[in-house]
């Protein structure tokens, strides 16, 4: 399984561990990724992610899922994630109409 975040696209970084004589040996900083079950108020359902926890932040402050998918850059987005996006573009399109 990639350690990506699937609605950011954040994925491990590297740099040096440091210790107290400063030898440098190289290290990775993961992202802090959880699952969780996130709810589309357009489409009535939930779905599941695996996102970083900062990512599930950025969610609430946009105001929930589908605003954010709406704004996110499509290269950003995992397969199943541009899949809800693309959902959601269709709905809005069929409510519009």
Known sequence: MARRCELTGTGPMSGNNVSH???????????NLIDVTLASE??????????????????DHVGGLDPFLLKARD????SGALKVKRELKKAQEEAAA
């Open 21 to 31: 004589a400063n030898n440098k040996t190289r290290r990775r900083f993961l992202p």
């Open 42 to 59: 357009t489409l009535g359902r939930a779905f599941k992610f695996r996102i970083a926890a900062k990512a599930l932040r950025s969610v």
């Open 75 to 78: 290269e950003n987005l995992s």
